[in-house]
């Protein structure tokens, strides 16, 4: 689809966010001309995640990513002993026998990611426009026209070809575009904050249910501690009214059953469990990623990694789309491939929810629950969920087994040096990967070599498959294992992912 000339910007990703950016960053690595445009003039510095899972974390390697968004010391790989992690606050589950790559979690504080990302995409050439809030969005036959306000209420347009609305959970793109946001409401009145404790053998240590709700504690003896509170009686009646530092003491003491004396607050927030999903992912030249595009309670720090993995799978396509050589539907894929995985993870949030209920009838059902997720299938189940490993597209491959799953990071022996696959997805360029000499396939892939990369190598350990096509978010497009594994196969998954050959 051929761009506009007089658009001021190829793509406008509308929120600077951790979604928004790293979407800017694989854009610019793609050679588009991106914009973000934040309402805010300055990052918050808060984080309201901290904790990457596996399959973002292996996502994050395959773009040379890792190390940077982690402020500490890197996570070790797994195989360093259990990893517990909860389901419904009930900390039974062992990830570290559910990933197979890489570190089970990563300590990545969203605020920092963000940033990482924002600097990373600046340095590629995209823009990043601050005090910019989208007020208004008008659909044009070939550009969107964007009216933007900064905060001394000025107003400004501009023309795009695409937008992504990566602007949260309220996100102004979906409201303005007409999306529905449906799904379940509220019925959890939840607070977090953090605030100084002042007597800290008065704290409820850790995670705390009992009949009046939940209490969550991450104490710092030296600062402000991290607290947060459940309540089942229901939601707030407004969800939008600030929060004071007595009525989160009020609530904190109702369910701790005691005094708990604290002092200087920040960031005193209210949210619910309301699991909310968009109905659309694409309407003509407007998309939406991350919290624009699903919403649900923080069980399981499920949030952010849904929304860094919209942005890796939306990258490469919008980018194919941007550049004129996607293939019919590559951008239609985007949704039936990120929307069934958002609904899986508001599913599971669901049912947490609905475990964390206080009332003590539940106990012997959690007690029960907590008893099965040390069966090895279950955990593997609730694991697969929880990190993301279990992540699989339909890819349209009948016949190979492969298809659709995340390539492994198999280390390649070329001449004398050794890299892994993951380094050959730094550029975000589609990949295949020849594990044995075959001059039938380099024929095949010849006419794409000019958008598709060739590594010719010998893997370390067997991978099942001596072919491998790889997109560029990591997934396989094509393996030479199965029915489907000949080179006419590898010819269709080529045309079908990445366009006409030269
Ligand atoms: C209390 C709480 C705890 C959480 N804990 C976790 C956790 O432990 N783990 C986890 O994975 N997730 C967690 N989440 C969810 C996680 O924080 C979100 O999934 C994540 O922030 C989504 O990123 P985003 O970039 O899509 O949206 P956001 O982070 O909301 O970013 C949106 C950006 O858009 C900007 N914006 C908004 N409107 C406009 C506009 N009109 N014009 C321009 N810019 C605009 C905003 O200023 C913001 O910078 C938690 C959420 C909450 C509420």
Known sequence: MPNSPAVDTQVAVVGGGPVGMLLARELALLGVRVTVLEKLSAPTGESKAGTLHARTAQTLHRRGLLKAVQPGPPAPPVGRGPVPFHFSGMFDLDLSTVVTEGPVMVGSPQAWAQEVFAADAERLGARIRRDRELVGLDEEADAVRLTVRDSRGVTDTLRASWVVGADGARSAVRRLTGIPFTGTPARVGALIGEVRLLDPARVPQGWQRNPRGWTLVWLNLFGRSRVCTYDFRGPHPDRQAPVTLDEFRAEVERIAGHPVPMDSPSWLTR????????????????????????????????????????????????????????????????????????????????????????????????????????????????????????????????????????????????GDSVTSLAEHLHDARPLLLLLTDSEELLEVVEPWRFRVDVVTATAVEQIGTDALLVRPDGYIAWSALGEAGDADALAGALGCWFGDPA
């Open 271 to 414: 949210f619910s469990d309301a699991a909310l999903q968009a109905e659309h992912y694409r309407v003509g030249r407007v998309l939406l990623a991350g919290d624009a595009a699903h919403v649900h309670f923080p069980a399981g720090g499920q949030g952010v990694n849904l929304g860094l993995q919209d942005a890796v799978n939306l990258g490469w396509k919008l980018a194919a789309e941007v550049h004129g050589w996607a293939p019919p539907g590559l951008l239609d894929t985007y949704e039936t491939e990120r929307a069934p995985v958002a609904e899986a993870v508001l599913e599971n949030v669901r049912a947490q929810v609905a475990l964390m209920d206080p009332d003590p009838r539940m106990d012997s059902l959690r007690t029960l629950f907590a008893r099965m997720m040390h069966f090895d299938d279950v955990n593997q189940y609730l694991g697969g969920m929880i990190s993301g490993v279990d992540v699989r597209y339909d890819t349209g491959g009948p016949g190979d087994p492969l298809a659709g799953r995340f390539a492994p990071d198999v280390l390649l022996k070329t």
